[in-house]
Structures are given as structure tokens and as C-alpha cells.
């Protein structure tokens, strides 16, 4: 009988011991979910995100974001520039976001007519001094357009340029957002002016002779040349598309520019090749809602 009530007690002793390791042990385990779900909640908070509304812009590029043409017969027109310019009748991305009064002192302009992707990481380094909330990025048409199309720049070494660049921004500012538009379809402009005889021999001056040399030609071998240019502007845009999206804070426009319809409205009088006043207007528009929404365009 003794014998029979001490293994009871010692049945009773270890079934305790028992139940209290396996709530020990769910403790332990909760406690560690717990942490996990913290851990998990401070790695997505601490992800950085897409802020609407920067404080500051700063512009680089080409002479699309010079505003080449849009005022003058070959000659730089800055305040009229779709980023960073001044004219009400534009509107520019950055009147639209920080108000006309602040485009003077919170915005700049490093853009430079003629420029290649070569020259991005240069123009980066002087926005990046200014640390500015956002950084907008045109460029890619000079690297098409060139004397010939066997010149153009290969789709690796834009690719190496424009990681160097984006590498260069972020050693210097590593939270200013980049705002990526895509390259203009080269072709579009070409059928906008090819049948005005006073565009083509403003054409003959040298500009974009890849897609705008002999312009009335219907030939094979010229219209082979203009599809190498347009497709080598397509791979152009998804580079630029691949690049961005391997950064937290660039935003690729998902090639809006490249899609829009540019006419005869849109175009320079002087060259129907760049952006007029109501063309910039248009693509302030298109980086204004591209850089105020939600998400990025997919």
C-alpha cells in the first residue's frame, strides 16, 4: 500500500514537472514569435518609402531639361524647363510641388545640352552637394542620336554608366529620390516633321542624324537605320527601368514618356524635334503624377 500511494506520487510529481516545461516552453516560444514579429515590423519600418512630397528638386540631364529650342532657335530656355523652370505657362514639376516662390531657392538645374549618359555621374555629384529631396533624371536621347547608327552608345555600356551614376548619388545623398523619365520615342518625333521642307533643312544642321538623316527616304536600308534607333531606345528604357527598381528611392516614370503622343503642338517650332512650352508643360504633368502617387507606375 505504501509502495502504491509512493509511485502515485512520484507519477503525480512528474506529470508537474511535465506540464510545467511545456508551459515554460510555450513561453519561451511566444516570447521568441513575439520577437520575430518586432523584428519583422522594425525591418519593414525601417524600409525606406517614397515621399511625395520632396522639400527640394534638382534637375540633370540633357537639353530636353535645358529646354533647348523652346524659346529661342538653338538656344538653351532653363526657365521653361519641365523639372526645375520658372514660366507659369509650364508649370514645372517643381513649381508644381514646392509652389512658384520656392522654385529660386529649393531647386537646381545641372542638365546640359548635348549630354550622354557618360556625363550623368558628373551631374549627379553637383546635385548631390545640395542633398536634395528629389533628383530628376532625362537622358538617353544623345546616346541614340548620333552622326550614325553604328555610333549609338551600346546598351552595356549605358547600363555600367548609369549603375556608376546611381552608385555616385548614393555615396554622396543616399536619401534623395530619383525620378527616372523614359528616353522619347525618336521615331514619333522623325513622323511629326519629315514632311515639312523647312523642318528638314533645319534637320540638316546635325541633329539626331541617326534618325533624322535623309528624312523622305523610304528605302530598305534607311528604314532599317530608324528601327535600329527606336529599338535601341527601347533597350535603352529597360535598362533604365531595371537599374531604378534595383533602388529603394528611384522611380521609373513605367515609360510614359516614351508613350506619349508628342505633336505638332507639343514640338519646338524652331526644330519639331524638342519639347515646345505646351511639350515641357506636358511632361512636368507626367512627373508630377508619377512622382505624387502612391505607388509606382507598374
Same mark, same amino acid.
Given at each position: ?9 512520484? !507519477? ?36 525606406? !518609402?517614397?515621399? @511625395? ?65 557618360? %556625363? ?11 542633398? @536634395? ?9 544623345? %546616346? ?14 549605358? !547600363? ?12 554622396a545623398s543616399p536619401e534623395s529620390q530619383v525620378y527616372v523619365s523614359s528616353v522619347p520615342d525618336l521615331q514619333r518625333l522623325w513622323e511629326q516633321g519629315k514632311d515639312s521642307p523647312m523642318v528638314r533643312q533645319v534637320w540638316k544642321l546635325g541633329i539626331c542624324q541617326s534618325m533624322l538623316a535623309e528624312p523622305l527616304a523610304a528605302d530598305t536600308g534607311a528604314t532599317a537605320r ?20 534595383? %533602388?529603394?528611392?528611384?522611380?521609373? %516614370? ?20 524638342? @519639347? ?5 508643360? !506636358? ?16
Amino acid at each position: 500500500m505504501r509502495t502504491t500511494v509512493a509511485r502515485r506520487r512520484v !507519477r503525480r510529481t512528474v506529470t508537474g514537472v511535465g506540464v510545467a516545461a511545456a508551459v515554460l516552453a510555450a513561453t519561451v516560444t511566444g516570447c521568441d514569435d513575439g520577437g520575430s514579429s518586432k523584428a519583422g515590423e522594425r525591418g519593414a519600418q525601417a524600409k525606406p !518609402r517614397w515621399n @511625395p512630397a520632396p522639400a527640394s528638386v534638382a534637375a540633370v540631364g540633357d537639353s530636353i531639361t535645358r529646354g533647348f529650342d523652346a524659346c529661342s532657335v538653338l538656344a538653351d530656355c532653363p526657365e521653361v524647363s519641365w523639372a526645375t523652370g520658372s514660366d507659369p505657362a509650364v508649370n514645372s514639376l517643381a513649381a508644381r510641388l514646392l509652389g512658384e516662390a520656392q522654385v529660386p531657392a529649393r531647386s537646381w538645374n545641372y542638365a546640359v545640352t548635348g549630354s550622354r549618359m557618360a %556625363d550623368l555621374p558628373g551631374q549627379l555629384a553637383e546635385a548631390a552637394e545640395h542633398k @536634395p529631396g528629389l533628383v530628376t533624371v532625362m537622358v538617353g536621347s544623345n %546616346d541614340a542620336c548620333r552622326p550614325t547608327a553604328s555610333s549609338m552608345t551600346s546598351v552595356a555600356d549605358f !547600363r555600367a554608366e548609369f549603375e556608376q551614376a546611381l552608385k555616385g548619388l548614393r555615396a554622396a545623398s543616399p536619401e534623395s529620390q530619383v525620378y527616372v523619365s523614359s528616353v522619347p520615342d525618336l521615331q514619333r518625333l522623325w513622323e511629326q516633321g519629315k514632311d515639312s521642307p523647312m523642318v528638314r533643312q533645319v534637320w540638316k544642321l546635325g541633329i539626331c542624324q541617326s534618325m533624322l538623316a535623309e528624312p523622305l527616304a523610304a528605302d530598305t536600308g534607311a528604314t532599317a537605320r530608324r528601327e535600329k534607333v527606336r529599338a535601341r531606345v527601347v533597350e535603352y528604357n529597360e535598362v533604365l527601368r531595371q537599374v531604378c527598381a534595383a %533602388d529603394a528611392l528611384c522611380r521609373y %516614370d513605367g515609360g510614359a514618356v516614351f508613350q506619349y503622343p508628342f505633336g505638332a503642338e507639343q514640338l519646338s517650332h524652331w526644330d519639331w524635334f524638342h @519639347p515646345g512650352r505646351d511639350g515641357q508643360a !506636358r511632361l512636368a504633368e507626367l512627373a508630377h503624377r508619377q512622382v505624387t502617387a502612391a505607388e509606382p507606375p507598374r
